[in-house]
T-cell receptor, first 113, second 109 residues
Framework: IAGITQAPTSQILAAGRRMTLRCTQD?????MYWYRQDLGLGLRLIHYSNTAGTTGKGEVPDGYSVSRANTDDFPLTLASAVPSQTSVYFC????????????FGSGTRLTVV | GQSLEQPSEVTAVEGAIVQINCTYQTSGFYGLSWYQQHDGGAPTFLSY????GLEETGRFSSFLSRSDSYGYLLLQELQMKDSASYFCAVRGQGGKLIFGQGTELSVKP
């Protein structure tokens, strides 16, 4: 089934540790995105990539980094996790310039303690 | 910058019609989208309006007025399974979606 796979599903992480959230899509979409969702704050864009080899900053990029070495993979790295990064993280993809909606992964629930 | 406002909660009864409003402020507007999310799962795409007017997809319709920076999602013949969070989102320059804070819809029997 075509879609987006995120891993891990959930994680408890000690503050100060490094963590990479994985995201893989098999739809050959050009654009990919990382959002975080916190209660009452909706979905906020962290980083995005319009095409392989390029990335950009979203609304809340501090403390996160991304890379886009190929079309399918878009990992999100927390270099040194802090408790405020406790959140649910969603990866999404879309055809560049398309208005027909994003496809989202099932999310990674991250708790930083 | 960009911002969107939508009600935090709406309650309706099964079989009724409910409207979820969304107002937005954005520099550069390329369309208004709606997404549904059940129980914190993956948001799923419902509709997209790039031009003024009403778009209908089954029991769901979405409306846009660009001059008023306003849109709404209309759900008809409500079913219990429609209980979910609904997000409006604006597509800004570069195709990136910026989401509202979401409206939690509760459908009562």
């Amino acid at each position: 089934i075509a879609g987006i796979t995120q891993a891990p599903t959930s994680q408890i992480l000690a503050a100060g540790r490094r963590m990479t959230l994985r995201c893989t899509q098999d739809m050959r979409h050009n654009a990919m995105y990382w959002y975080r969702q916190d209660l009452g704050l909706g979905l906020r864009l962290i980083h995005y990539s319009n095409t392989a080899g390029t990335t950009g900053k979203g609304e809340v990029p501090d403390g996160y980094s991304v890379s886009r070495a190929n079309t399918d993979d878009f990992p999100l790295t927390l270099a040194s996790a802090v408790p405020s990064q406790t959140s649910v993280y969603f990866c999404a993809s879309s055809d560049t310039g398309g208005g027909y909606g994003y496809t989202f992964g099932s999310g990674t629930r991250l708790t930083v303690v | 910058g960009q911002s969107l406002e939508q009600p935090s909660e709406v309650t309706a009864v099964e079989g009724a019609i409910v409207q979820i409003n969304c107002t937005y402020q954005t520099s550069g507007f390329y369309g208004l989208s709606w997404y549904q999310q059940h129980d914190g799962g993956a948001p799923t795409f419902l509709s997209y309006n790039a031009l003024d007017g009403l778009e209908e997809t089954g029991r769901f319709s979405s409306f846009l007025s660009r001059s008023d920076s306003y849109g709404y999602l209309l759900l008809q013949e409500l079913q219990m399974k429609d209980s979910a969070s609904y997000f409006c989102a604006v597509r800004g320059q570069g195709g990136k979606l910026i989401f509202g804070q979401g409206t939690e819809l509760s459908v009562k029997p």
